[in-house]
């Protein structure tokens, strides 16, 4: 009952500090326009912000003021705002290099990129990097088992960590540091492909429809549709089902490629299909047409060409949403099998540990490290893609 | 008839089309396994002449097609088939299947499960949706002021975390270190109303995030697109107040676009659903078909299949229907 | 009366006005002022991206989003109209200054009711109660002529036509009978024999109620019938400014002379085909349709060799559906098309590559006309590959020569993306890729009216030089009639899909013809000031627009 009150009473006071900031607005500035026209709600929202500002520095005086050793439950968001920002500082560091090397364009880009975006390149770049030297980056081999299990993260032989193992281990002994790092290569790479295969599937089916219309159009668009009315979760979940009769293992992970690339390929599809349509008719592809034109140089010199900067986008936005089914069918323990290290796969595997928080906060940080690294990909990812998408809706006007 | 009338109808026509065309694509793929059900339930080990009587038993000698229009049939009348973790091959030589104490059927299984996801599902709408049209209306109204830059990049970021990358922050955060929720939601039938919320909160704070900024960011676009409208500057130009300007011209023209964020976010709940209920072990429809999947228990993952996308089509059906009935150059034809 | 009794109603003093593109603040109006008196109208023209609509909304005190006044300042009766705070200006805005929008069709809110949009300012300013409002909007409807005017306003916008929904909203601005209207091109998007309804209502009600008024249009003829004085601007600059009838009759500055003077192309008269000449193209008895909707009905042409047939009609009239006949896009239902005497494959995937290299089609949008991801010297290059086999530096030399032609210079302009180049450019290149399959018949489809005035000339004088050197036949289809003077030797007259007229351009130019012709003659805007009062002094209000074609 009194933490109601209190939020009642924090929200009384947020609310009169909202009406004094804009009656102080008015009077020091002499009613500049400014603060004679600002609403209340928008005072109120200056309030609220500043009031959540002074909240986080609270928690964070808190974090450091609690001794070691006794439970601090201020610890994570101590870590959430360290990373926050240790990547804002990154973030402008790569994008004030990219202002001053490159070839021209790269830097006008540069010069005009929002933070977010540059976040996003850098990651996407670090990912990259990780997932290509994943063998030489990694200490030691992906399905390597170590006698030592359940080591803590963090490398403080006091607190059960050990130095050789800067993560810890998981249950079996096998290093989480370098599983971590396979992980980059297994679940980003495997998503990837997936993506590349319906990418090729839908592309080619959407362009097709597009270019020739007709039945073709009426057949292919009414199959998808019909496709498209399972959930492509839900869906994937029964093809592996029936496809686990078949094969086992590793080739239950290339069933899955597979059928994932085959059901994101009808969500390609219908883009492709309407960015081709969109493209299909523009005058220069009816003069092509009247010049006796193939169906080949249509799609491939024609229409390609202008439906790249769409697709690329799409592209980024199919990525996630394949990455993000596969870490979940990863999670439920039908996606990518064992003994290929994958995020989700370890986050299951070690999810138990979070109920430790309290008390070893290191233990903890296992699972959610995996977690958080599907998610700071898809994160770096959509901000690239909001960015590209922003940019060029801001062209047209 | 009216006009309206019709392009409803046609709609409704398409989706029974449409759930008709999945039903077909659930019945192949689950047909298109080796071997047959009689296979899976007795084992590899198994004489054939047990099989074929299992196979007798259960029609399995028919065509393909009338085997799919019988299973259609049973499957409208709400016999959805017995589960295979329940039957084992004594059950069927044993008992048969008018006598009652038999296995339990999947739609007994499925019928309280379904229950409770409606409920998660329930209780996240009743948040989510009037939390994200809020937030999505003021980022419009305030479009590229801190509040709005603020709100993008924590929607987006929810919106690419997976679902149980949300779920063990909300565990970490107000289960464990701060232990105000509890993070497993273990109810059952007969619980109190109460108790039941409680337990149910968690998981819906969950689904909440994942919804709310995906609806919230899909309400700021629309309401932008509306407020850049030639006849929003007209009725600006004709001095009527900023309220005013909102209630009466953006308002009813927005409720479309708005209806089919709700709808399709709605739908996208049923995705999320599933993750979201393995995470906290809410025993919901979600959690039934994974360990369907794992246990290979092809009646219940059949079913359950066609219950999500039997939503899922049904939730886009309703979209469609109320965008049509909402949009006044159908609903006053010429 | 001189008009210079009268007391300043709006005063724009130096104003410099900034759109943002990419983060980066442009100019678009440079240091503009203007006076305006009560009960006066001041023609705005310029071409577009001249910053009309720009210093019209500047003089209510509104900008567009994206858009800021950078210095300067817009004074309303007194009232400092950027100094002042929202609620002042909400107050004047729909009460005392009223704005009549380019496209009535999306300026209606769709989801109210016509008279509900109409009463809504005089209510919530709190002029008239809501009952008064609803019968001035009846009374208005009437003067305006609207059919129905006691019905009308109970339809919603989209149930109204154009022509209609724009009278509509010329009541919906006298509906607090404001002191100024801007008028924001308010008959740009309508056919020519709705237009001059529209103009007529709109001068007559602003007459009647001595409303001052802004006139923003790129049309000279248009803005010699509405307005007083008339101000021209190019490129957010300010060119000259004068009455109505100084400006017409001894324009000053260079830019104003040469838009006047665009008017004067005219080519002379060929004489007539033999008679037993074969045409190069022969259209018979063609009858098509989309689907199940018919469009063309027993369609028949000729165009002989080195001749212009203009093709005239209003939209929906059947000109372009004419054209994709033609092709071969559209495969007609009945009839035939004949090239040289030889008839032609109906669908366009059944001719040989030579019947294809014959027709050859320039169109009206160059934007969507060239591949805007393809250099213009394989735009131009790939029909010389495509049909004349030249390859490598045969093919370059080809299409220098080709750039020569349509007067771009090769060096500098064959590397270029389409989006490098100007609007009458990107045409230029679009004639040249035509030109490149060396045919002897070019469909124009309405290949000046997207341009400004004079860019246009500039290619009616290279279409008609080509047409000189190689002996081309051009269908030549557009809707407005000032072209048509310009180059056409034939003029053939369409609507709702069948041939009304045709015959030479002199005899279409010369009474009498049929009533169609001569209404679509008698709409077009001339330069003359005079020109409206005289028609309808001529004609009476009931026999133009839509009400005469209603009648035939």
Redesign the interface.
Known sequence: MSAWIGLLIALVVIATAGWVFRFAGQTVTGNKPYFRDMSYGVAFGFALGVALLAWLVWSYYRSWAIPAGQPNPYFFLRIAIHGFILFAIAAFLFRLIGRYVGTGTSRKLFRSMPLTASFGILIVLVYALLAIFAPMLAPYGQEQVFAQANVVPGGDPTLGGNPDFPLGTDQIGRDILSRLIYGARNTVGIAFVTTIIAFLLGGTLGFLAATLGGWVDQVVGRTVDALMAIPALIFALLLITVASAWVQGSGLTVAMIFIMAVIDSTRVFRLARAVGVNIVVMDYIEAAKLRGEGLGYLIFREILPNATAPLLAEFGLRFCFVFLTISSLSFLGVGIQPPLADWGTMVRDMAPFINYAQFAPQIAAAPLLAAGAIALLTVAVNFVVDWMLHKSSGLKE | MHPVLKIVIQRLLLGLL??L??SI??FV??N????DFAQ?ILGQSATPEAVAAIRRDLGLDQPAVTRYFQWLGDMLTGNLGISFAQANFASFVGTSAESGSGPVTVAQQIAPRFENTMFLAGVTAVIAVPMSLTLGILAAL?RNS??DRTA??AS??A???????LA??L???LA???PILP?LSNIYEGMPFGERLYRTLLPALTLTLVVTAQMMRMTRAAIINLL????I?????????PM?VIV??AL??ALAPIINVIALNL?YL??GV??VE??FVYPGIGQL??D???N?D?PV??A??LI??GA??LL?LMADVLSILSN??LR?P? | MSETDKPVLVEIKDIWIEGRSDEEWLPIINGASLTLRKGEVLGLIGESGAGKSTLGLAAMGYTRDGVRIKSGSVTFDGVDLIAASAATKRDLLGKRIAYVAQSAAASFNPAHKLIDQHVEAPVQHHVTSKSEATDDGIELYRRLRLPNPDEIGFRYPHQVSGGQLQRAMTAMAMSCRPDLIIFDEPTTALDVTTQIEVLAAIRDIVEQFDTAAIYITHDLAVVAQMADRIKVLLKGDEVEEADTRVMLESPKDDYTKSLWAVRSFERPAKPAPAVDATPVVSVQNITAAYGKLPVLHDVSFDIHAGRTVAVVGESGSGKSTTARVITGLLPQLEGVVEFKGEALPADYHKRDRMQLRQAQMIYQMADTALNPRKPIGEIIGRPVEFYMGLRGRKKRERVRELLNEIELEPDQFIDRLPSELSGGQKQRVGIARALAAEPEFIICDEVTSALDQLVAEGILRLLARLQDERGLSYMFITHDLATVNAIADEVVVMKDGRVVEQGPKADMFRPPHHPYTDLLLSSVPEMDPDWLTDLLAERGVENIGDAAVDKM
Do not use: D, W
């Not at chain 2, 850049?228 to 006849?231: E, I, L, Q, V």
């Open positions: 449409t759930l065309a999945v694509i659930i793929a689950v298109s396994l080796p071997g899976a305030f801190v509040f993008n990049i987006l970021s919106v690419s975390s997976p679902e149980f990358f063990y922050i565990i970490l955060f464990v270190l701060h993070s850049a409208s030639p006849y500057e007209m009725a600006r130009l004709k001095g009527i107040s005013r009466k011209h009813p023209n739908a049923i995705t599933v993750v393995v995470v078909f994974v369907s999947v794992k290979r092809i993952v059949q359950c299949c999500f996308a899922y089509i886009n006044p150059r006053h010429k």
